[in-house]
């Protein structure tokens, strides 16, 4: 279930079943303009409070030590205590997965763009890949996005994210998508097994989130951070 908790005043929100430190920001926290006070919270060097350059890709990378810059990247692997990693959002969907048996974890950035190139179960093979991750260690948190009733989308884009799914079955409406939905979905055509989905929409609850599509392309953003441990 999500949840709020408060970091200096400003409202963050967490799911209860994810144990290591993580929260969603609301409009209250702009990170990249509180990178001291995030950094304090998390109690690591402002330095190692990593953000990739998202351009809507597939590109996946892990974080290394001695770099900062992590261009053309849309989902970041984290495997160190020391460091921390957040991305930016404001209607795509916020994804985090954390493998519970080698206490690894990703965050993703999934947009329609994002979700028809399979970002999150592209993460998770990632992970199998470099850890030998099992999808069923993996509790996966789908934070707040554009909701179903919310996102109206070409007839193209439509297709596009019905072709990455087995199963469409209650996921699409006329040119309408649940984002959080098909990602959940792909995570489970692969083995993932434990979710917590955020209630909320950007649009429906754009008093507390951002939206793109809602605030005329607004360049603010509320963030997912991930720190293990
Ligand atoms: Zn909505």
Known sequence: MFKTKKINDKTVYYSDLLKTEHFFTSRELIVKDNIELVSKYLKINPDNLIKPSQIHSANIETVVENKKDYPDCDALILDKKDFAIYLNFADCTPIILYDEKNKTGAIAHAGWRGTAQQIAPKTVLKMKEIYK?????????????????????????????????????????????????????????????????????????????????????????????????
Request: net charge positive.
């Open 133 to 229: 991750t099992n999808p069923e260690d993996i509790i996966a948190l789908i934070g707040p996005c554009i909701g179903f009733e919310c996102f109206e989308t070409s007839s193209e884009a439509i297709s596009k994210l019905k072709n990455t799914i087995k199963d469409t079955k209650g996921l699409f409406k006329d040119n309408f998508a649940d984002l959080k939905g098909i990602n959940k979905r792909q995570l489970e055509d692969i083995g993932v097994k434990k979710f917590d989905i955020c209630p909320y929409c950007t649009i429906c609850d754009n008093d507390k989130f951002f939206s793109y599509r809602k605030e005329n392309k607004t360049k603010n953003r509320h963030s997912a951070v991930l720190k293990l441990g």
